[in-house]
């Protein structure tokens, strides 16, 4: 019962935070940044500022749909953002500069996260699959928790990856914050507004992994409660 009171209330708070995100989005869209800069220009003006020449920003499908590939160093901005002129847009487009600044600069949390990538992709394919048939494995035979245990491995492999990514996330936006107002590209009326806009950016991050560790532990409990009866 606490499990899914937890749950729900974290759904809820999910819903809740996206929904303003998007509604703050759309309000700051009229919001221009000095110089009228679009996202595009932002990016490729934080990455010559920090020495980084060997990054492509390109544009892409979606919405919100933004992120950084260290793999082939490509800086992958949606249209929105991309061609976007507005507060909003240089907060997005800095923030995902701030991942490239990251790389460059061999942050270890980036490089944590990114060595645990083909575990969690291997992980993440496999694992409801796993935990499915360890869950009826144990409405058949009450004691066999082996594979549900394999479940929740693989399983708690995606939440610590959750957790991994916040502190990049939250240096990425404390980089890009910094460089904006360095750069000038804010001002002292639409910086609050950039941070706002990446301060709810985060919560869903934060919401994420909360989410996925109340998961784990409704796993492990129901785990340990068949192994002690």
């Known amino acids: ?46 990455l010559r500022d920090n020495d980084i020449y060997d990054v492509k920003v390109s544009c892409i499908q979606g919405q919100l749909t933004d992120h950084y590939n260290p793999v082939n160093k490509t800086l992958n901005l949606s249209q929105g953002v ?21 790389h460059a600069q061999g942050y270890a949390w980036l490089q944590m996260r990114s060595n645990m990538v083909p575990i969690v992709n291997f992980a993440s394919k496999w694992v409801q699959w796993i935990l499915l048939a360890g869950v009826l494995v144990l409405s058949i035979l009450p004691h066999s928790t082996t594979l549900l245990w394999i479940g929740i491995i ?7 990856f959750s957790f991994v990514t916040l502190p990049v996330e939250i240096n ?24 706002k806009a990446l301060r709810l950016a985060a919560y869903t991050y934060v919401i994420a992994a909360l989410s996925s560790l109340a998961t784990l532990l409704y796993y492990i409990s129901i785990a340990e409660g068949r192994s002690r009866d």
């Open 1 to 46: 019962m606490i499990y899914w009171v937890v749950f729900i209330a974290l759904m809820i708070i999910s819903m809740v935070v996206s929904q303003r995100l998007n509604k703050l989005f759309v309000s700051y869209e009229k919001i221009s940044t000095e110089g009228h800069l679009t996202g595009e220009e932002v990016a490729k003006k934080m």
């Open 154 to 160: 693989l399983f708690g492999l995606t939440t610590l």
């Open 172 to 195: 990425a936006s404390s980089r890009a914050l910094a460089w904006l107002d360095r750069a000038g590209i804010t001002s002292r009326q639409t910086h609050p507004k950039a941070q």
């Open 82 to 102: 991309y061609y976007g002129t507005s507060v909003a847009a240089a907060a997005v487009a800095a923030h995902e500069c701030g991942h490239a600044v990251q």
